[in-house]
């Protein structure tokens, strides 16, 4: 039997096409900077840290649930920090990571050929690749009624939106909840960047799971969330999803079967960041200081920005093709990604990140001024 693959069934991995920007990028005399990816530039909290280590010598399998107190620490943070409540414990799994939750979560819902996944038109590129991996079917769509009377299988929304900073309302929300109760659909909420709003007084980030969205109903609803962006925690890999108790409980059933589990000094690191609220305002603060400096360099060198009310990123455009851009910036040794990666509707416009130390973001803001010293 000829055997097909199953990396030939997905898209080239996005970022293996900036190889020649990087190139270009790299052979600026003061160096690279690169905003092009969201990964976290400063350290973990000692307390996680510390958490981590404790927990090293621990030579037994991991719950694939949990412990116990990391579940309730993880609802309680849910409520102090985002307003959701009626969780009970069992209505939570932590996870190795979202980007392998997400890849992963319509194979362990059971979805395959003959289901459908709706993204949005400019999404995490994972959206994707996960319903690939199953053999679903993909469908762009940010409008309800142009889903029209079909049944989707699983609708995953983003806000926060990586790549935008768009922000979706409470009644933009309670809509997707209404017309998921009507259809019996899963929404998947990725709300990673939940922690990080710009704009609170007009665009407050809210949680799918937030009473004012769903009336404390949490039937076919799976909120996502990370402490990569908010807590540093990239390299450990710490995530979870929560919501809806009975698919939480499926999809735990499925996951022990696969062996995903987070390790033991992870999820000790994680209950040290879901119970410490004053390492992610500290982090809040750095990304403030840094989004301040950029969006005034970039504005003042001919860009707009557009909606990036919350979220690492900002989503810039001077009217011309990303790639354009992306080259534009890479011969100032400025690395970004093109909006292109996360859809037809971003070819206009570029992704840049705040992930950049304190020195390379005042570097980039130089360069665009073209003062570089």
């Not at 970004?336 to 705040?354: C, M, Q, S, T």
Request: include cysteine; charged fraction near 20%.
């Amino acid at each position: 039997m000829t055997r097909t693959p199953l990396l030939s069934a997905l898209p080239t991995f996005p970022w293996d096409l900036l190889a020649d920007a990087q190139t270009t990028a790299a052979q600026h005399p003061e160096g690279m900077i690169n905003l092009s990816v969201g990964t976290p530039v400063d350290e973990v909290a000692p307390g996680i840290q510390l958490a981590l280590a404790e927990a090293a010598p621990d030579p037994g399998y991991p719950q694939t649930a949990g412990t116990a107190e990391l579940r309730a620490a993880l609802v309680a943070s849910l409520e102090r920090r985002y307003h959701v409540s009626g969780l009970s414990e069992k209505a939570v799994l932590p996870v190795i990571g979202t980007k392998e939750a997400i890849a992963w979560l319509p194979t362990t819902l059971g979805l395959g050929a003959g289901d459908t996944v709706v993204i949005p038109e400019l999404a995490y590129p994972t959206y994707e690749v996960g319903a690939l991996l199953a053999g679903c079917a993909v469908l762009r769509s940010d409008s309800l009624l142009k889903i029209g009377p079909a049944r989707p299988s699983l609708i995953f929304i983003n806000s926060p939106s990586n790549p935008t900073g768009k922000v979706l309302g409470v009644d933009h929300l309670r809509k997707v909840v209404e017309f998921a109760r009507e259809r019996d659909v899963i929404i998947a909420s990725d709300e990673c960047y939940l922690g990080l709003g710009w704009n609170e007084e007009k665009h407050p980030p809210v949680s799918i799971l937030d009473p004012r969205v769903c009336d404390g109903d949490h039937r076919n609803l799976l909120a996502i969330h990370s402490f990569s962006k908010t807590s540093n925690l990239a390299g450990y890999r710490s995530g979870f999803l929560a919501g809806d108790e009975a698919l939480i409980q499926e999809l735990l059933g499925v996951r022990k079967h696969a062996g995903l589990m987070m390790p033991t000094p992870v999820q000790a690191a994680t209950l040290a960041a879901a119970q410490d609220d004053d390492q992610e305002r500290i982090q809040k603060l750095r990304y403030a200081g840094r989004r301040a400096t950029l969006m005034a360099a970039f504005v003042d060198a001919g860009f707009r920005i557009d909606l990036s009310d919350a979220g690492l990123y900002l989503w810039a455009t001077r009217e011309e093709d990303c790639w354009a851009t992306v080259d534009w910036l890479a011969q100032r040794g400025i690395l970004v990604a093109p909006g292109a990666f996360y859809g037809p509707e971003g070819e206009k416009h570029v992704r840049i990140g705040l992930t950049g130390s304190d020195e390379d973001i005042a570097a980039a803001a130089r360069r665009l001024r073209g003062d570089e010293q």
